[in-house]
Nanobody
Framework: QVHLVEAGGGLVQTGGSLGLSCAAS??????DVWVWHRQAPGKQRELV?????????NYADSVKDRFTISRDDTRNTVYLQMNSLKPEDTAVYSC??????????????WGQGTQVTVSS
């Protein structure tokens, strides 16, 4: 079992920055991929950024060049640095840890989320 806890959410003005972190506890040695998702009220959850075991990254077009995902496996932690924030970035941000197993099965763990609010 893996337990994830996010931190760093808050309220920031348009153009400001926030840094999020998500720390894992439990059997964390097998995390292959970290993903940040977000969900705004009344909207579907969307992928924000992902980072693989060899630091390959993937970003939503809406956040590319503004957000940076990174991981520190010695601390079992993933980070999301968010710069040049816009009101449309307002959402609950959740982290997700994935371990790919034999066949097509995946162990998939989620944090509870942290609120990010960007005001104009």
């Amino acid at each position: 079992q893996v337990h994830l806890v996010e931190a760093g959410g808050g309220l920031v003005q348009t153009g400001g920055s926030l840094g999020l972190s998500c720390a894992a506890s439990g059997n964390t040695f097998s995390i292959d991929v970290w993903v940040w998702h977000r969900q705004a009220p009344g909207k579907q959850r969307e992928l924000v950024a992902a980072i693989g075991a060899e630091d390959s990254t993937n970003y939503a077009d809406s956040v590319k060049d503004r957000f940076t995902i990174s991981r520190d496996d010695t601390r079992n932690t993933v980070y999301l640095q968010m710069n040049s924030l816009k009101p449309e970035d307002t959402a609950v941000y959740s982290c997700n840890a994935r371990h790919y197993k034999e066949g097509l099965s995946v162990d998939d763990y989620w944090g509870q989320g942290t609120q990010v609010t960007v005001s104009s």
